[in-house]
């Protein structure tokens, strides 16, 4: 991007139009009139932000609600800023409550080293690992002696960390807050003077800690951060927070024809929030295909298919989003069973409809899924529902498993 | 003290006497049972007990409410136990709170350092400080690190800590507390752990934070100290605890007339208090006193010159008892002023009354102190009282000046 950094005009449109790519998909920035007076002097002096953004070294599976900070930090990276990734390898250990109702456990330093790697090989899939800086707060961290702990601890009251929603809940049903959790906050908004952090992105259950980046910044000196506040992503269910352990998400590492098909699963309600905020369609173009839906000249289920193609493009390109529709298409829309179908080992012969669901081909997870499955007419061997939960049948090769409308199987 | 040590009915007795001695004066032990074990094995295997006491570097002048404790000390150390005296030259650089409505400052560590030189000076009034040992918290507590810190905090809720009264008192009046003043009790804690304490003595407001060195002990897999909790001693009023800045202390380097002034100006009532705290006069006799004074057999009067006596004796020894009790009774009870009386300069001449007790003789510390003295008719020149406070007098060597009951000067 070639601007003129003397022209007062070409700087104030470029502030502009940085902000308004940034901004997208944000539920709140702290506050919105720093960050253009940052971005400004960004422009104006060809100094690159500095972007953070910290992660706890704990899960191992990526899916679309951690995406969203990543493409957050990729529009940064693509605008010419510096992002700063952080990897709590020390705070990890503490472990932040947030949003959760019990203490966390420690976690070992082997953990937090494998857990780090499976991470990473994730995140290259959106960032490019190489552009940016990839920092452990256990470097600055382990360092600190118990007198800069009380320095820290000296800077915040009893009251403002109470305030803290998950800490007042816990505290009002009588749970138990160890002493240990008030320093992660703390500690994070430590990482923000240790990096001299401009931006700091984190969803919105991150908010407390994010602005305990400002506070410390202030007492040390530094210009305060502004706090980019994310929205959490709703699961597939379109109720609950994206989660593994819900089953209700999309991994970056689910194949093509995964990743569309559960595009396809979602409601049509929950379209617009997908296409917003796992995407990169224009707000434009998402307001267009809004008013088409409106006025009948688009059929959602289009809209659902197109939303799948710019998921999987973004993880796996042009050709494999157009590979994944074709594919759904085939299997659920034309139920054209001629094309390739995940494959499964069974023995042949006779067996139960739910051992063959549960315990064989894995379909599902209990007896009781399965047998409501059955009873609702889900399960289809080559097309023709089976409603008897008693009922055997005779398994053999090609023969097709349909559990449900988005699973399907071919025994090998 | 030479027993039999392997003679189960001589070491029974020996711990028996020892926790007579050791257990006056107490307003609690936790628990007893363990002192008594504890006193078991100590003279068992001839192993002294490690008692500690910690103080905070902060004041400068000690009363005989800070002799309480350290003349336990003297106890246990006349009884062969090892004194750990511990100086708080860390915890002393963040104040603990306990008792206090308000956050206390930091010292600086040149503060701290002139403190102990002070503290020590009057300590070993009472302490031969050749024969305890002096520890000072900083040689351990700065070398712990954050990680450290955390270990600790982690071995506490808020809910804990929230518990103590101060704590809980100044949260439900919205007055900030800092967190940092958590850190005080568990440090406490965590200095009994390093020292390896058998007992640990504190004044009844140190409960909170002596029980988390038992918590810590435990938590460390060492056995837990026995918390001896001393009383805290009423002032010269009856009604508050002794304090410098309340003006009603005895302060251990008080002149043996002045301490035995002040003796002689508490009540009738508070007079057993003070005989089982500050004196080690047995308490078979304190229970014949309080029954020679029941009987009218003796003046109450009478008691109370033995209670200074007894009090002088403790730190001057007993032939200045003898003279403090003489000069008394000469100045104040016969009237007798053919004694050395502390002498004051006053310029010669004529001078308003109140300007004479306020500035120059320096006997008030007011002017409506000195107002409502002299309209009483506490006010006397050669023994004749004036109550005009308009009055002028004419000061001239030799002059007279008492200035309430208990205050007597002659001008130079």
Redesign the interface.
């Known amino acids: 991007m070639s601007i003129d950094r003397n022209n007062e005009i070409e700087v104030k449109n470029e502030v502009e139009r940085q902000f308004n790519i940034l901004s997208r998909g944000c539920d709140e920035i702290i506050n919105e009139n720093e960050f253009k007076k940052k971005l400004e002097k960004s422009i104006s002096t060809n100094t690159p932000l500095r972007i953070k953004l910290g992660i706890d070294p704990t899960g191992s599976e990526l899916h679309l609600g951690h995406a969203v900070p990543l493409r957050k930090l990729k529009q940064f990276q693509d605008l010419g800023h510096e992002v700063l990734f952080l990897i709590g390898t020390f705070t990890g250990r ?1 472990g932040d409550p947030t949003g959760k109702s019990e203490t966390r456990k ?1 976690l070992s330093e082997e953990q937090v080293n494998e857990n780090i790697k499976t991470y990473l090989d994730q995140v290259k899939l959106i960032l490019d690992l190489d552009k940016i800086k990839v920092v452990y707060n256990a470097d600055w ?2 360092k ?7 320095n820290l ?2 800077q ?4 403002q ?2 305030s803290r929603e998950d ?1 007042s809940k816990r ?1 009002a049903e ?1 749970k ?5 959790e ?2 992660y906050p ?1 500690l994070q908004g430590y990482d923000s003077v240790e990096l001299k952090a401009d931006v700091e992105l984190g969803a919105t259950e991150q908010k407390f800690n994010l602005l305990r980046g400002r506070d410390l910044q202030k007492n040390f000196g530094q210009e305060q951060q502004v706090c980019m506040i994310m929205p959490i992503l709703v699961g597939l269910d379109g109720v609950e927070k994206m989660s593994k352990s819900l089953g209700n998400y999309i991994g970056v590492k689910d194949t093509p024809n995964d990743m569309f098909g559960k595009v396809m699963s979602i409601s049509d309600e929950l379209m617009e929030n997908y296409y917003t905020m796992i995407t990169d369609v224009p707000f434009g173009k998402i307001e267009e295909i809004k008013a088409q839906i409106a006025d009948g000249s688009l059929h959602p289920m289009e809209a659902k298919k197109q939303l799948g193609a710019e998921v999987v493009k973004i993880y796996y390109g042009e050709e494999a989003a157009k590979e994944a529709r074709d594919w759904f298409e085939n299997v659920f829309s034309k139920r054209n069973l001629d094309v390739d179908l995940p494959e499964v080992e069974v023995p042949y012969g006779q067996i139960n409809v739910i051992d063959l669901l549960v315990k064989e081909a894995k379909l599902l997870g209990g007896t009781s899924e399965a047998r409501r499955l059955i009873s609702q007419g889900g399960f289809k061997i080559n097309d023709e529902a089976i409603k008897d939960i008693k009922a055997n049948v005779n398994v053999e090769s090609g023969m097709i498993i349909r559990a449900g409308k988005k699973k399907i199987v071919k025994v090998k």
């Open positions: 503490i420690m961290l382990e600190l002696s118990l007198s800069d702990a009380l601890l000296s915040f009251t009893v009251s960390m109470i800490f505290l009588n138990p807050v160890s002493l240990i008030f320093m703390i």
